[in-house]
C-alpha cells in the first residue's frame, strides 16, 4: 500500500473513531436528559401528591371540628365515638384520589385529647401520605396552679407550690405603685411561689428583681421564670375579639348533653328550682344522681359514708358541697358551688417520696404514679361563683348581724364592688352579664334580650330580695318579677357551717355613716364588754385614732383605731363560725372565687382558675399592727413564728396545724395529675382544632386504602 492510501486509511479511522466518540456522548448526555427529565416529573409528581394529601388532611380536620361543634359534645365524649376504621373519600382535582381516616385517638392517660388524621394522595400507582395531629385538649390554663384578672391582694401570707398565670397589670401586695404598699408582697409572713410567672400585661416596678434567685415581684418570690406580656397557650386566648382574653365557659348545653357520670352515698338532698329549704337535711331525699340534676343540690359526705363521684356531673341550679368524698370526676353548678366546711377526699394523692412515690422526687412523676393507683380526684367547677366558707351577713329574722360575724361579707363587697354600683342578671337562669355594644351578653358571649334582664344596685341596706350582692353571692333564683329568691337563707347556711372554738382570733369594722350608739350597740353585739364598748364607740364617733390593751369582763385583748376603722384581737379561746382550712379539689369559675378565713391556715390541693380571685385567708400570723412597738410587749411575737410551739400550727398534731400547709399560711398545692392524664375539666370548653404535628409518612399501615 502506498504512502497516501495508508494516510487515508488513517484518515478514516480517525474520523470514524471521532463519530462514535461523538455518537457515544450524544447518546449518554440524551439518556442523561431522558432520566433528569423523568427525575423531575417524578418530584413533581409526588410535590403535587404531597399537597394533594395535605389538603385531604385539612379538610379531614375541619369535617371533625365540625361534626364536634355541631353535636354539642364534650371533648372526652367526642373522641369516644370516633371509628378508626371508617374511611372517607374526597374528591380532587387533576385525577387524583384522596382518601382519609382517623388513625389514632389520644389514650385517657395523656393529659390532653388529640386526633390522628392520616390523608393518602394517589394517582396512577404513585401515592403519597400526610399525617396530621389535631388538638381536641382541655385548655392550657389548667396547667396552672392559680390564675385570675386580679391577684394582688390575694398575696399575703401566701405559697403556691405550682405556675401561676395574671390576665391584668400584676403587682403582688397592697398599695399604689410607686406610692404605697411597695414591698407589700413580702408583708405578713412573705409570699412565695414555687413555679414560674406569666403575666398577659406589664408587671410592677416596685421592690422587683428579676435577675435573682429567687426573683422579686413587690417583695413576692418567684422561684421559677417571670414572663410579661405572654401570649401563648398557658394563657386563655381573646376569643371575642375585645383585647381581653376569655376564660373557657361551662356552656349548659354541652353540659347537659355530656355529663355522663354519677352520685351516690353521703347525704345527697335535692331542693327544686324555685324551692326552698328550712331545716338541715339529716339524710337524702335524692338517692343517686344520674349525669344531671335539674335543681339544687346539699351534698354531705363522712369518712364513713362519703360522697361517691364517678366522673362529671351537672347541676343546673347551686351546689353546697362539705365533708369527704371519694371517686375520681367533677361537680359543675350552673349557677354557684359552696363549701359549707372542709372538702376531703378519702383517698388523697401521695406527695413525692411517700407512699406510691417512694423513691420518687419529680412532681410529674409522682403525678403519674398516683393516677396509676386509682387516687381520689375531685374538680368542682361553677358557671358563676365559687365561696369557701362563709358569704352570710343576716339573721333568721333578716337583720343585719354583727360586724364580727360578717367579716367575709364585708371583705366581698369591698374586693368585688358589692357596696355600690349596679350588677346586671338573666332573670332565667342568674347568669350575672356583661355590658356589650349597647347590650347584654352571658358568659359564653350570647346576647340576652332586654326583657330577661334584671339590673340591681348593690345596697346593704337594700331587702335580701332586691341586693345585687344577692344576685350574685346567695343560693337562689331569680323570680319572674326580677326579685330574688334564696332557697337556703343566711342563717341556716351559718347553721350547716357550724362553729368551733379559736384563740387568738381578730375582726376590724369600718363604722361608716353610724351614729355613736348604733356603734356601741354593734360592738355589743360583736362580743365586746358593754364599758369597753362604750369607750371605742366615743373613739370611733369622734375619729380618735389610738390603740390599747383592754382586760375586763373576762375578754383580754388588743384593739387599734384608724378614723373610723376598728381592728380588734381577742386572746380568749371562743366560738366562731368554722373556718374552712382545707379543700381537695381544684377550683374553677367562670366569674369569682371567694373566700376568707380567720386566723387558720387554708390548703387547697388542685388549683385557683377563675376570672376573679378574692381570699383573703392569711393564716396563724402576725399581723403589722399587733405588732410589739404598739402592743408594748411581745405578746403576740408568737403568731409570726410558725415554729413556735405557742403558735399551735406548725406541727402536726397541733390543735390549728392544717395538712399540705407551709408556715401557718394559706397555701395552694398545683394537682399535677392535671397535667399528666388524671381526670380533667371535661364539660369545660377546649382549645380544640389546632394542628400538634404534621408529618410524611413513608409507612405503608398508615396508607389509607
Given at each position: 500500500?502506498?504512502?497516501?492510501?495508508?494516510?487515508?486509511g488513517i484518515?478514516?479511522?480517525?474520523?470514524?473513531?471521532?463519530m462514535?466518540?461523538?455518537f457515544m456522548?450524544v447518546?449518554?448526555?440524551?439518556?442523561?436528559?431522558?432520566?433528569q427529565?423523568?427525575?423531575?416529573?417524578?418530584?413533581?409528581?409526588?410535590s403535587?401528591?404531597v399537597?394533594?394529601?395535605?389538603g385531604?388532611?385539612?379538610?379531614a380536620?375541619?369535617?371533625?371540628?365540625?361534626?364536634f361543634?355541631n353535636?354539642?359534645?364534650?371533648?372526652?365524649n367526642y373522641?369516644r365515638?370516633?371509628?378508626?376504621?371508617?374511611?372517607?373519600?374526597?374528591?380532587?382535582m387533576?385525577?387524583?384520589?384522596g382518601k382519609?381516616r382517623?388513625?389514632?385517638?389520644?389514650?385517657p392517660?395523656?393529659?390532653?385529647?388529640w386526633?390522628?388524621?392520616?390523608?393518602?394522595?394517589?394517582?396512577?400507582?404513585?401515592?403519597?401520605?400526610v399525617?396530621?395531629?389535631v388538638?381536641?385538649g382541655?385548655s392550657?390554663?389548667?396547667?396552672l396552679?392559680?390564675?385570675?384578672?386580679?391577684?394582688?391582694?390575694?398575696?399575703c401570707?401566701?405559697?403556691?407550690?405550682g405556675d401561676v398565670g395574671?390576665?391584668?397589670?400584676m403587682?403582688?401586695?397592697?398599695?399604689?405603685e410607686?406610692r404605697s404598699?411597695?414591698g407589700s408582697?413580702?408583708?405578713?409572713?412573705?409570699?412565695?411561689?414555687?413555679?414560674?410567672v406569666?403575666?398577659?400585661?406589664?408587671?410592677?416596678?416596685?421592690?422587683?428583681?428579676?435577675?435573682?434567685?429567687?426573683?422579686?415581684?413587690?417583695?413576692?418570690?418567684?422561684?421559677?421564670s417571670v414572663?410579661?406580656?405572654?401570649?401563648?397557650d398557658?394563657?386563655?386566648?381573646?376569643?371575642?375579639g375585645?383585647?381581653v382574653?376569655d376564660?373557657?365557659p361551662i356552656?349548659?348545653?354541652?353540659?347537659?348533653q355530656?355529663a355522663?357520670?354519677?352520685?351516690s352515698?353521703g347525704?345527697?338532698?335535692?331542693?327544686?328550682?324555685?324551692?326552698?329549704?328550712t331545716?338541715?337535711?339529716?339524710?337524702?331525699?335524692?338517692?343517686?344522681v344520674?349525669?344531671v340534676y335539674?335543681?339544687n343540690?346539699?351534698?354531705?359526705?363522712?369518712?364513713s359514708?362519703?360522697?361517691?363521684?364517678?366522673?362529671?356531673?351537672?347541676?343546673?341550679?347551686?351546689?353546697?358541697?362539705?365533708?369527704?368524698v371519694t371517686?375520681k370526676?367533677?361537680?359543675?353548678?350552673g349557677r354557684?358551688?359552696?363549701?359549707?366546711?372542709?372538702?376531703?377526699?378519702?383517698?388523697?394523692?401521695?406527695?413525692p417520696g411517700?407512699?406510691?412515690c417512694?423513691?420518687?422526687s419529680?412532681?410529674?412523676?409522682?403525678a403519674?404514679a398516683?393516677?396509676?393507683?386509682g387516687k381520689?380526684?375531685?374538680?368542682?367547677?361553677?358557671?358563676?361563683?365559687?365561696?369557701?366558707?362563709?358569704?352570710?351577713?343576716r339573721?333568721?329574722?333578716?337583720?343585719?348581724?354583727?360586724?364580727?360575724?360578717?367579716?367575709?361579707?364585708?371583705?366581698?363587697?369591698?374586693?368585688?364592688?358589692f357596696?355600690?354600683?349596679?350588677?346586671?342578671?338573666?332573670?332565667?337562669?342568674?347568669?350575672e352579664?356583661?355590658r356589650?355594644?349597647?347590650?347584654y351578653?352571658?358568659?359564653d358571649?350570647?346576647?340576652?334580650?332586654s326583657?330577661?334582664?334584671?339590673?340591681?344596685r348593690?345596697?346593704?341596706?337594700?331587702?335580701?330580695?332586691?341586693?345585687?350582692?344577692?344576685?350574685?353571692?346567695?343560693?337562689?333564683?331569680?323570680?319572674?318579677?326580677?326579685?330574688?329568691?334564696?332557697?337556703m337563707?343566711d342563717?341556716?347556711?351559718?347553721?350547716?357551717?357550724?362553729t368551733?372554738?379559736?384563740s387568738y382570733?381578730?375582726?376590724r369594722?369600718?363604722?361608716?355613716?353610724?351614729?355613736?350608739?348604733?356603734?356601741?350597740?354593734?360592738?355589743?353585739?360583736?362580743?365586746?364588754p358593754t364599758?369597753?364598748?362604750?369607750?371605742?364607740a366615743?373613739?370611733?364617733?369622734?375619729?380618735?385614732?389610738?390603740?390599747?390593751?383592754?382586760s375586763e369582763?373576762?375578754?383580754?385583748?388588743?384593739?387599734r383605731i384608724?378614723?373610723?376603722?376598728?381592728?380588734i384581737?381577742?386572746?380568749?379561746?371562743?366560738?366562731y363560725?368554722t373556718?374552712?382550712?382545707?379543700?381537695?379539689a381544684?377550683?374553677?369559675?367562670?366569674?369569682?372565687?371567694?373566700g376568707?378565713?380567720?386566723?387558720k391556715?387554708?390548703?387547697?390541693s388542685g388549683?385557683?382558675?377563675?376570672k376573679?380571685?378574692?381570699?383573703?385567708?392569711?393564716?396563724r400570723y402576725?399581723?403589722w399592727?399587733?405588732?410589739?412597738?404598739?402592743?408594748?410587749?411581745r405578746?403576740?411575737?408568737?403568731?409570726?413564728?410558725?415554729?413556735?410551739?405557742?403558735?399551735?400550727?406548725?406541727?402536726p398534731?397541733d390543735?390549728?396545724?392544717?395538712?399540705?400547709?407551709?408556715?401557718?399560711a394559706?397555701?395552694?398545692?398545683?394537682?399535677?395529675r392535671?397535667?399528666n392524664?388524671?381526670?380533667?375539666?371535661?364539660?369545660v370548653?377546649?382549645?380544640?382544632?389546632?394542628?400538634?404535628s404534621?408529618?410524611?409518612?413513608?409507612?405503608?399501615t398508615?396508607?389509607?386504602?
Amino acid at each position: 500500500m502506498g504512502k497516501g492510501s495508508r494516510q487515508k486509511g488513517i484518515a478514516l479511522i480517525t474520523t470514524i473513531f471521532a463519530m462514535v466518540i461523538a455518537f457515544m456522548i450524544v447518546m449518554i448526555f440524551t439518556a442523561s436528559t431522558v432520566n433528569q427529565i423523568r427525575s423531575v416529573k417524578t418530584v413533581k409528581s409526588h410535590s403535587a401528591l404531597v399537597q394533594a394529601a395535605d389538603g385531604v388532611s385539612e379538610q379531614a380536620r375541619l369535617k371533625l371540628i365540625s361534626d364536634f361543634k355541631n353535636n354539642n359534645y364534650s371533648v372526652r365524649n367526642y373522641l369516644r365515638t370516633l371509628d378508626t376504621t371508617q374511611v372517607h373519600t374526597v374528591n380532587v382535582m387533576g385525577g387524583i384520589t384522596g382518601k382519609w381516616r382517623v388513625l389514632r385517638v389520644s389514650p385517657p392517660s395523656d393529659p390532653y385529647g388529640w386526633v390522628e388524621v392520616a390523608a393518602t394522595a394517589s394517582q396512577g400507582g404513585d401515592k403519597q401520605t400526610v399525617v396530621r395531629r389535631v388538638s381536641f385538649g382541655q385548655s392550657q390554663i389548667f396547667k396552672l396552679a392559680m390564675l385570675s384578672e386580679t391577684t394582688n391582694c390575694i398575696y399575703c401570707h401566701l405559697r403556691v407550690r405550682g405556675d401561676v398565670g395574671s390576665l391584668e397589670f400584676m403587682r403582688p401586695g397592697w398599695g399604689t405603685e410607686g406610692r404605697s404598699g411597695i414591698g407589700s408582697g413580702a408583708h405578713e409572713g412573705g409570699s412565695t411561689i414555687y413555679g414560674s410567672v406569666y403575666a398577659a400585661r406589664d408587671i410592677t416596678r416596685d421592690d422587683l428583681d428579676l435577675s435573682g434567685s429567687p426573683k422579686k415581684i413587690n417583695g413576692a418570690l418567684v422561684t421559677g421564670s417571670v414572663t410579661t406580656n405572654y401570649s401563648g397557650d398557658m394563657l386563655p386566648s381573646d376569643t371575642d375579639g375585645d383585647g381581653v382574653p376569655d376564660f373557657p365557659p361551662i356552656n349548659r348545653e354541652i353540659a347537659r348533653q355530656n355529663a355522663m357520670g354519677s352520685l351516690s352515698g353521703g347525704i345527697i338532698y335535692g331542693v327544686p328550682i324555685g324551692g326552698r329549704i328550712t331545716s338541715l337535711p339529716t339524710g337524702s331525699n335524692v338517692s343517686r344522681v344520674n349525669r344531671v340534676y335539674n335543681g339544687n343540690l346539699v351534698l354531705i359526705g363522712t369518712p364513713s359514708n362519703p360522697i361517691v363521684i364517678d366522673e362529671d356531673i351537672f347541676v343546673e341550679g347551686d351546689v353546697i358541697i362539705k365533708g369527704v368524698v371519694t371517686g375520681k370526676g367533677a361537680i359543675y353548678a350552673g349557677r354557684n358551688l359552696y363549701t359549707a366546711g372542709n372538702v376531703q377526699v378519702a383517698d388523697p394523692p401521695d406527695p413525692p417520696g411517700r407512699g406510691v412515690c417512694s423513691g420518687i422526687s419529680d412532681a410529674d412523676e409522682c403525678a403519674r404514679a398516683n393516677i396509676a393507683a386509682g387516687k381520689d380526684e375531685l374538680r368542682l367547677a361553677a358557671r358563676g361563683n365559687i365561696v369557701i366558707g362563709d358569704y352570710t351577713e343576716r339573721d333568721s329574722s333578716g337583720n343585719l348581724l354583727p360586724t364580727a360575724e360578717r367579716q367575709s361579707a364585708d371583705y366581698y363587697r369591698s374586693q368585688f364592688g358589692f357596696y355600690s354600683g349596679t350588677r346586671c342578671f338573666d332573670k332565667r337562669n342568674g347568669d350575672e352579664l356583661t355590658r356589650k355594644g349597647g347590650g347584654y351578653v352571658n358568659v359564653d358571649g350570647e346576647a340576652v334580650s332586654s326583657g330577661n334582664v334584671v339590673c340591681r344596685r348593690a345596697n346593704r341596706s337594700a331587702s335580701v330580695s332586691r341586693d345585687a350582692y344577692s344576685y350574685a353571692f346567695r343560693p337562689g333564683t331569680i323570680r319572674s318579677n326580677g326579685n330574688f329568691k334564696p332557697w337556703m337563707d343566711d342563717a341556716l347556711y351559718k347553721q350547716l357551717l357550724g362553729t368551733e372554738r379559736m384563740s387568738y382570733n381578730s375582726w376590724r369594722g369600718g363604722y361608716y355613716g353610724m351614729s355613736r350608739s348604733e356603734i356601741r350597740q354593734d360592738l355589743i353585739d360583736s362580743g365586746l364588754p358593754t364599758r369597753l364598748a362604750r369607750r371605742l364607740a366615743r373613739r370611733l364617733d369622734n375619729r380618735n385614732s389610738g390603740y390599747g390593751n383592754f382586760s375586763e369582763g373576762g375578754l383580754r385583748g388588743f384593739w387599734r383605731i384608724d378614723g373610723k376603722t376598728l381592728r380588734i384581737i381577742i386572746d380568749n379561746e371562743r366560738n366562731y363560725e368554722t373556718q374552712v382550712s382545707t379543700v381537695d379539689a381544684f377550683l374553677y369559675a367562670n366569674q369569682r372565687i371567694a373566700g376568707k378565713t380567720s386566723m387558720k391556715p387554708l390548703a387547697i390541693s388542685g388549683g385557683l382558675i377563675a376570672k376573679e380571685l378574692g381570699i383573703l385567708a392569711p393564716g396563724r400570723y402576725q399581723a403589722w399592727w399587733m405588732k410589739r412597738w404598739y402592743v408594748g410587749s411581745r405578746r403576740y411575737d408568737f403568731l409570726g413564728d410558725p415554729d413556735n410551739p405557742a403558735s399551735d400550727c406548725g406541727q402536726p398534731g397541733d390543735p390549728y396545724y392544717v395538712p399540705g400547709t407551709e408556715d401557718c399560711a394559706f397555701t395552694i398545692n398545683y394537682d399535677f395529675r392535671l397535667r399528666n392524664g388524671g381526670f380533667g375539666f371535661n364539660l369545660v370548653k377546649g382549645a380544640v382544632g389546632q394542628t400538634m404535628s404534621w408529618r410524611v409518612s413513608d409507612r405503608t399501615t398508615e396508607h389509607v386504602q
